[in-house]
């Protein structure tokens, strides 16, 4: 879950795509990048966090009024620098950056086409691929070939491509990645994944991108000029809402803390027990466990202690360091644990690894019960959309049964959101991408 953002006819541009790329780390911790434009393109990318990869040096370089930038999420395998975004190109028109939240399910076979024509790849992202559909494009204008590259392309994406001159932003036809329109105060724009990101700049909250829309910036145009390329088959990421927006954000209209709230309610109605306490899994499963608290009258305590300074563990390459993180992070008060039923809510399991120790780290720390609850159901499907389950045999609710899982985390109890109560905390106006829970494959 990477993030992207745009600004557009302000100063000192760059400086705003950093604070946005700042407010929305939590989607990608491996890389961040920004490209600025004054007529001429300029890149400054590496591996590391926001903070580490710009500095005030960075800003005299990335110059003039409009910018793109892009946070990386982390994948297994894929540490190189040419990985980080956006990707930079030269070509017949002159210079152009992209910058990509997403997943192209037709990647590879465009990338061997591409290849068999003679193209030259230098990344392993499909986001390059759509540089080079772009340049192949025999269309005279950059609009037109944008248009042209991204009806070749299948899957989920949103997009913002940056020229010497202009922005270009693109959505799917599904609309499974967010994005969304803010105003800044000397009237520029920006676009960014998260609308978090615009209370950190002062902008204002416009709308969100719709399915199928292609947004173009130009400087002779005070608002940005829309073009619905495709007919919108509005299928948004409930995933989202679970686990990776900042509760604070508006995700297509929503407010994320709410939304989990809600699922926390359900959740106490579907699974009720005798317990003491409620806890959270620090940060992502404090909304569902108020929610969870409130319905059900058991008090909530945050009894377990997060590290702010450790990443987190669900996007991080490999498993070892996410077993070692997961110890890193978190710490049990045990004077609120030592002698009661706790009832621990989590967001997710995906792979197992973090359910075990915190069960293991609760009854450590004296609990008397510990009942696990999941905020939502069991991922039993890989995810080609953009969520880094690429491997069936990864997710453990796909391999074990909910009691064996039970047994495999040592929880005197699990139980899972269902299918139907989480639709009905996101809201049954719309269809939602639930492929991680259902298997629905619908691209």
Do not use: W
């Not at 494009?137 to 989920?156: F, W, Y």
């Not at 829309?213 to 989202?240: G, V």
């Amino acid at each position: 879950m990477c993030a992207v953002v745009g600004v557009f006819n302000t100063a000192d541009a760059s400086r705003v795509a950093y604070y946005a790329l700042f407010a929305m780390q939590h989607r990608g911790q491996e890389a961040s990048g920004i490209s600025s434009s004054d007529s001429q393109i300029y890149t400054i990318k590496n591996r590391g966090l926001v903070t580490s990869v710009f500095n005030e040096n960075s800003f005299k370089i990335l110059k003039g009024d409009i910018a793109i930038g892009h946070n990386r999420y982390s994948t297994a395998g894929k540490d190189s620098i040419l990985d980080a975004q956006p990707i930079f190109a030269k070509y017949k028109l002159g210079e152009i950056s992209i910058a990509h939240n997403g997943n192209l399910i037709n990647k590879q076979k465009i990338r061997d086409e591409l290849i068999e024509e003679g193209a030259i790849f230098q990344t392993s992202m499909d986001t390059e691929n759509i540089i080079h559909l772009i340049s192949r494009q025999k269309d005279t204008g950059l609009s037109d070939r944008i248009e042209n590259a991204v009806k070749t392309i299948k899957g989920a994406y949103s997009l913002v491509i940056l020229s010497r001159s202009k922005m270009f932003v693109i959505r799917d036809r599904y609309g499974i990645r967010p994005l969304s329109i803010g105003k800044l105060a000397d009237g520029g724009y920006i676009v960014a994944s998260e609308t978090c990101a615009f209370d950190l700049v002062g902008a204002k909250f416009v709308r969100d991108v719709r399915a199928g829309e292609m947004l173009t910036f130009r400087k002779d145009s005070d608002e940005p000029i829309s073009k619905q390329l495709f007919e919108p088959e509005f299928r948004p990421c409930a995933f989202e809402y679970i686990y990776f927006a900042r509760p604070d954000s508006v995700i297509d209209g929503k407010n994320v803390y709410e939304i989990r709230e809600k699922m926390g309610r359900a959740l106490a109605k579907e699974s009720k027990i005798d317990a003491d306490i409620v806890i959270p899994v620090p940060d992502s499963g404090v909304a569902s466990s108020l929610g969870y608290s409130h319905e059900s009258k058991i008090p909530f305590e945050l009894a377990i202690v997060r590290n702010h300074y450790v990443g987190r563990t669900f996007i991080e390459p490999t498993q070892e360091i996410r077993d070692l993180k997961v110890k890193l992070k978190l710490s049990p008060i045990r004077e609120r644990i030592e002698g009661k039923k706790v009832i621990v809510i989590d967001d997710s399991i995906v792979r197992g690894t973090t359910s075990k120790q915190i069960v293991r780290m609760l009854k450590n720390a004296g609990a008397k019960e510990v009942h696990m609850k999941i905020a939502a159901p069991e991922i039993k499907y890989p995810c080609y959309y953009g969520i880094d389950t690429p491997c069936k045999d990864e997710l453990i609710s796909s391999r074990m049964s909910s009691d064996v899982l039970r047994d495999y985390i040592g929880a005197d109890s699990l139980s899972f959101l269902s299918i139907d109560a989480l639709e009905n905390s996101i809201g049954t106006d719309r269809k939602y991408s639930l492929v991680s829970f259902d298997g629905n494959y619908f691209i």
